[in-house]
Each structure stands twice: as C-alpha cells, then as structure tokens.
C-alpha cells in the first residue's frame, strides 16, 4: 500500500502505484495497438527549477514526475497524471509547471465509470453534495 492506501498493481513486470494508474496504461497499451495514439512514457519527469546554491547551502532541483506523456496521433503530446487526491504540493507542481511548459498537464480520474478530468469530477461531486444538502 502506499502513503494514500493505494493498492499497487503489476503489468508487463512494471508497479503502478495504484489499480487506476495500472488501468489507464492498459488502455494506453490498446490505444496504441488500435491507432488512436502513436506511444507513450511511463513517469517522464520535468524539471521545475534547477539545483543551485546560494550563501553555501546548495538546494536540489525540483522535478515534477508524470504518470504517462502520451505521444498523439496530431504530433501534439499530453502529459497525463493519474489521481486519487490532489494534495497541495501536487497542486503546487502543477501550477509551476504549467506556468514553465505552457502546456497543461492533464489530471484523470476515474469516476462515475469512465475517464474524466479530475477539476470536472470534483465539480460533479460538489454539485451531488449541494444537492444531497437542500434535499435535507
């Protein structure tokens, strides 16, 4: 289990960190195979902000880890990240490296049977718990 109690998962000899992760590379591998998309990486990392040192103190570089960088059919690439929960330095990264890259990186989960945007999922299930509350 991990730090989120996510149940890891093996395919292919590779551990994914949790079931849902494990999923979406099954369905990367048959998107592949089917033509809608070129090819993919596992965990490409971007780097947010180089090493440097300062008054004799040396800091590391921060680096944001994706799950997947999908290579599409149109030439354009999607960098993809599988989430559970977003927790505030994966908010934190998120924001510096769409501010670096200019390109977003895109959030899944897996909800209400299907794949979908992790901000639109989170939208759903606040206007559910709106709903549920002017019901009492």
């Given at each position: 289990?991990?730090?989120?109690?996510?149940?890891?998962k093996v395919i292919d000899c590779i551990k994914f960190d949790s079931i849902i992760e494990a999923d979406?590379?099954?369905?990367?591998?048959?998107?592949?195979?089917?033509?809608?998309?070129?090819?993919?990486?596992?965990?490409?990392?971007?780097?947010?902000?180089?090493?440097?040192?300062?008054?004799?103190?040396?800091?590391?570089?921060?680096?944001?880890?994706?799950d997947f960088r999908v290579y599409l059919n149109n030439g354009l690439i999607d960098v993809i990240d599988?989430?559970?929960?977003?927790?505030?330095?994966?908010?934190?990264?998120?924001?510096?490296?769409?501010?670096?890259?200019?390109?977003?990186?895109?959030?899944?989960?897996?909800?209400?049977?299907?794949?979908?945007?992790?901000?639109?999922?989170?939208?759903?299930?606040?206007?559910?718990?709106?709903?549920?509350?002017?019901?009492?």
């Amino acid at each position: 289990m991990s730090k989120y109690k996510a149940k890891t998962k093996v395919i292919d000899c590779i551990k994914f960190d949790s079931i849902i992760e494990a999923d979406y590379y099954e369905r990367l591998k048959k998107d592949v195979a089917d033509g809608k998309i070129l090819n993919f990486d596992l965990q490409p990392v971007f780097e947010l902000q180089r090493k440097f040192e300062m008054n004799d103190k040396k800091y590391q570089a921060i680096n944001y880890k994706a799950d997947f960088r999908v290579y599409l059919n149109n030439g354009l690439i999607d960098v993809i990240d599988i989430k559970g929960m977003a927790t505030p330095e994966a908010k934190l990264k998120r924001k510096m490296y769409n501010y670096k890259y200019l390109v977003p990186v895109k959030w899944i989960v897996w909800y209400q049977s299907q794949w979908m945007d992790y901000d639109k999922a989170l939208k759903i299930k606040r206007e559910r718990k709106k709903a549920r509350l002017l019901k009492l």
